[in-house]
């Protein structure tokens, strides 16, 4: 009899670790994958486009460019702030904006960007 009680408790141990152990294997979650650097230089364009009313064909040279510069002149990665600007800028000139439309333009897309 003390033998069949201990093979309970043992069976018992065993079982509840194994649950225990499938919980825990089930609760691991896998991270989401990074987004790498062209993926978000895709969706800060996109946006800026989308912000900027772009379509047609002054959407697809603003997208081009957009997404070939991402350094600065000395070859250093474009701040958040710097590449707004760019984007802005390109914006503006693929809508031949100048003189206050421009700056008013600007300024609006600096703002929302």
Known sequence: ????????????????????????????????????????????CNANAKSNNLQGDARKSFMKACLSTSKSKDGKALSASQQRMVDCSRSAKAKSLSGQDRKTFMSDCLKNA
Do not use: D, H, Y
């Open 1 to 44: 009899m003390k033998m069949n009680i201990v093979s309970k408790s043992i069976f018992a141990a065993a079982f509840s670790a194994s649950l225990w152990g499938a919980i825990a294997q089930a609760q691991t979650v896998t991270p989401a994958k990074k987004e790498n650097s062209q993926q978000s230089r895709m969706a800060v």
